[in-house]
């Protein structure tokens, strides 16, 4: 067996033979010609001249091997709904709305908008897509009627598909309203409206455009759709990012890369074997959902968990409930997430039978030492943290213990996966650091691997003028995030580009502060951001959400908490990193994928305009702070 870093060489070194050896992992109707095309950098062109599809690599290509064995296990504690589909039944079921588009007039390379709670029709309707050659763009359901006309309008489907409402926590959330609404305000008004009826909100419907799901695929049941062959860089989707820094890009993926980037990725990274169950908690809305719940697991041959509810409802012991029921043997979910259960009795965690689960992975945010450790010990199987982007596709730094095993290391996502050559540059010179521990830019030297973005939606200028910069000597694809690498070649994410503070000259990523924050076992979570300040230039002022929500009314231990909190970034990291002041509140304002909003903490703890907000998740978080900042 070879080891990870000869694995890792030959990706970049021997980047056609590896890939071409990966590509073989897939089913294609016509092998690719060339393997890597990066002639008109710093586009990449993937498996040129083959032709795949990704719904028959989801779903066809296993009906002769395992047609009876899950494929989807649709699972709402919303509703109580809980249903198994077999990979027999599943392709029933993909070509009953694949027909259902076609008969709504929609052709190869039309885009179809999928707005939709976690429900089986919204991976039919992906499916579905990806079968006829469709390019879906699904946008999160928890979305209102703004993001969703601009997203309408960025997209400009010809189809959309909804459903009557969405459920969280108990509460119905009526979609269709939203959606009515977002049409109107949209200047791209699409042909055509199909809608999952739930029963769970009245819908009102418009003549000639709303169509009913159930109605329509029933028409076509048993009407054959065969997959359309796709060129292997043809478009696939487009997806939008978090808006996390500002408006969201739509980020735009082929077809036989992705295909190829999420095949070897479930065997390498997420050690999935066909046959067994993967469960992602993320949504379809996210680029998680795009590959680790609907298509990463059904090309690896797994069946595939999608999950409608909160992670404590009935109780906090619900996830584990389901890998034990279906044993999972992977399971990939958010820090964010991880801290909600951190709120709740540990004894959840080992209450049920994990002996099926190989591994939590975790991405999407930071991973703290306490909160890594809390799961970890609580679950008694390794964590495995996995740093990447919507622009990624899949894993840019974690650990491919499918490759070789290694050990993880608190606090890093890892190292550089295969396909990535992963490099720190100075912030201003664009060279290269190469020394241990030296603070730069995380940047990723083109051609991209498969499965990355080939460019932006209908933009390349935005993709080669937001992404892309010459630094000496080469062409660089900027993550925007700060990075160290230690001697072991283990790198640490260290915040956002935009996080850095500059406290009388130092600067200091927000994430070294909120991680020494974090360490005082009173805090429950913490986002620390830079504040203008005349004599400094600029302070860090921190903004926690107590363990204890006693410690918020009584002056006393609230004043005992902030003292504390500020002794240990003093000691942890020196006086010149203490927040100039500490803000206990009830939450923090999260974009909808649970990412810190600093930016717009940052805006209202200077008295601006917090900005475009349509991604927050909870306005009365950033109420909170706007009262505490109010003079
Ligand atoms: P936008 O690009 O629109 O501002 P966003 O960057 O939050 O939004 P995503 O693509 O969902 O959109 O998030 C990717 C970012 O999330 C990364 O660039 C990084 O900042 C952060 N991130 C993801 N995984 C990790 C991780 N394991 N550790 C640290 N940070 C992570
Ligand atoms: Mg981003």
């Known amino acids: 067996m070879t080891g990870f870093a000869d694995f890792h060489r030959r990706s970049l070194e021997d980047r056609e033979g590896f890939w071409k050896e990966q590509s073989q992992l897939i089913g294609w109707h016509k092998p690719p010609v060339q393997i890597c095309d990066y002639s008109n950098p710093p586009f990449t062109r993937w498996f040129v001249g083959g032709q795949t599809n990704l719904c028959h690599n989801a779903v066809d290509r296993h009906l002769l091997t395992r047609p009876d064995q899950p494929a989807l296990i649709f699972v709402s504690t919303e509703t109580g709904v809980e249903r198994t589909y077999t990979f027999h039944e599943l392709h029933r079921e993909v070509q009953r709305?694949?027909?259902?588009?076609?008969?709504?007039?929609?052709?190869?390379?039309?885009?179809?908008?999928?707005?939709?709670?976690?429900?089986?029709?919204?991976?039919?309707?992906?499916?579905?897509?990806?079968?006829?050659?469709?390019?879906?763009?699904?946008?999160?359901?928890?979305?209102?009627?703004?993001?969703?006309a601009s997203r309408i309008e960025d997209a400009t489907p010809k189809a959309i598909v909804s459903a009557d409402a969405g459920s969280r926590g108990g509460k119905v959330m009526p979609y269709k309203p939203l959606l009515d609404e977002a049409i109107r305000l949209s200047k791209h008004k699409p042909e055509s409206v199909l809608l999952v009826d739930r029963g769970l909100a009245p819908m009102e419907r418009v003549a000639g455009r709303d169509h009913d799901w159930a109605e329509s695929v029933a028409r076509q049941d048993g009407v054959q759709v065969p997959c359309v062959w796709l060129e292997s860089t043809d478009i696939s989707y487009t997806i939008y990012t978090s808006g996390t820094t500002g408006l969201p890009k739509g980020v735009q993926r082929d077809v036989g890369g992705y295909t190829v980037a999420l095949a070897a990725s479930m065997k390498h990274i997420f050690l999935g074997e066909p046959g067994e169950t993967f469960f992602s908690t993320s949504d379809i809305g996210w680029v998680v959902g795009h590959s680790y719940i609907v298509y990463g697991p059904l090309i690896a041959g797994m069946a595939t968990i999608m999950y409608e509810g909160v992670p404590i409802r009935p109780d906090a012991g619900i996830w584990w409930s389901l890998v034990e029921k279906y044993k999972v043997s992977g399971m990939f979910s958010a820090p964010t997430a991880v801290r909600v259960l951190k709120k709740h009795d540990p004894a959840f965690l080992a209450k049920y039978d994990l002996s099926s689960l190989k591994a939590l992975f975790l991405a999407g945010e930071p991973l703290d030492e306490p909160t890594a450790r809390w799961i970890s010990d609580g679950l008694g199987v390794p964590i495995i943290d996995n740093y990447w982007q919507t622009e990624s596709g899949w894993p840019i730094l974690t650990i491919a213990n499918g490759v070789e095993k290694k050990p993880s290391k608190f606090g890093s996502p890892g190292v550089p996966m295969y396909g990535y050559d992963v490099k720190i540059v100075h912030?201003?010179?664009?060279?290269?650091?190469?020394?241990?521990?030296?603070?730069?830019?995380?940047?990723?030297?083109?051609?991209?691997?498969?499965?990355?973005?080939?460019?932006?939606?209908?933009?390349?200028?935005?993709?080669?003028?937001?992404?892309?910069?010459?630094?000496?000597?080469?062409?660089?694809?900027?993550?925007?995030?700060?990075?160290?690498?230690?001697?072991?070649?283990?790198?640490?994410?260290?915040?956002?580009?935009?996080?850095?503070?500059?406290?009388a000259g130092h600067r200091l990523g927000t994430r070294e502060i909120e991680e020494s924050i974090s360490s005082h076992s009173g805090v429950a979570e913490v986002a620390v951001v830079g504040v203008a300040d005349q004599l400094k230039g600029q302070v860090a002022m921190a903004f926690v959400v107590p363990r204890d929500s006693a410690a918020m009314v009584n002056t006393a231990s609230r004043l005992k908490l902030e003292g504390e909190i500020m002794k240990v970034v003093d000691e942890q990291l020196g006086a010149v990193a203490r927040p100039s002041r500490v803000h206990l509140v009830h939450a923090l304002p999260k974009t909808r994928s649970g990412k810190l909003l600093r930016r717009a903490i940052q805006a209202v703890a200077e008295g601006r305009d917090a900005g475009d907000l349509t991604t927050i998740e909870d306005p009365s978080a950033l109420q909170q702070i706007k009262d505490l900042m109010a003079p």
């Open 97 to 148: 709305a694949a027909a259902a588009l076609l008969a709504l007039g929609v052709k190869r390379g039309d885009r179809v908008l999928i707005y939709m709670p976690m429900i089986a029709e919204a991976a039919f309707a992906m499916l579905a897509c990806a079968r006829i050659g469709a390019i879906h763009s699904v946008v999160f359901g928890g979305f209102a009627s703004v993001s969703l």
């Open 427 to 503: 912030e201003n010179t664009g060279e290269e650091l190469t020394g241990a521990n030296e603070k730069g830019v995380v940047v990723i030297e083109g051609p991209t691997p498969p499965g990355f973005m080939q460019t932006v939606w209908g933009d390349d200028a935005r993709f080669v003028r937001t992404y892309w910069q010459t630094v000496p000597g080469k062409l660089v694809y900027s993550t925007f995030d700060w990075g160290i690498r230690d001697a072991d070649g283990y790198y640490y994410i260290l915040g956002r580009t935009d996080d850095v503070i500059n406290v």
